[in-house]
Nanobody
Framework: QVQLVESGGGSVQDGGSPKLSCVAA????????MGWSRQAPGKERELVSN???????SYADSVKGRVTISRDKTKKTLYLQMHSLKTEDTAVYYC????????????WGQGTQVPVSS
């Protein structure tokens, strides 16, 4: 059974620097692109960042310069280090694997909430 399990969410103060983790199980994702998306209350899901199988990264303009995506293939873990969080970063953050289009992936985690308070 394929599983992506996120952790690291929770309440954060404006300006905080949480680090999200996502552990993959049940499939070999070494040759898949993996990413983080988020969905804020009342808004559509937004792709935050992606890292492809070669290590190339991309970021949404809304987070560029404030987040860093990385992956440890030996640990089957994807990370999202965030800095200088703003209240508008409040969202449920989802880990995803095996990119199938610009914004879609074949596998998704359950999500972890990151509420940012001022």
């Amino acid at each position: 059974q394929v599983q992506l399990v996120e952790s690291g969410g929770g309440s954060v103060q404006d300006g905080g620097s949480p680090k999200l983790s996502c552990v993959a199980a049940g499939a070999d994702f070494r040759w898949c692109g993996m990413g983080w998306s988020r969905q804020a209350p009342g808004k559509e899901r937004e792709l935050v960042s992606n890292v492809d199988q070669y290590g190339s990264t991309s970021y949404a303009d809304s987070v560029k310069g404030r987040v860093t995506i990385s992956r440890d293939k030996t640990k089957k873990t994807l990370y999202l280090q965030m800095h200088s969080l703003k209240t508008e970063d409040t969202a449920v953050y989802y880990c995803a694997a095996c990119r199938s289009s610009n914004t879609e992936y074949n596998y998704w985690g359950q999500g972890t909430q990151v509420p940012v308070s001022s």
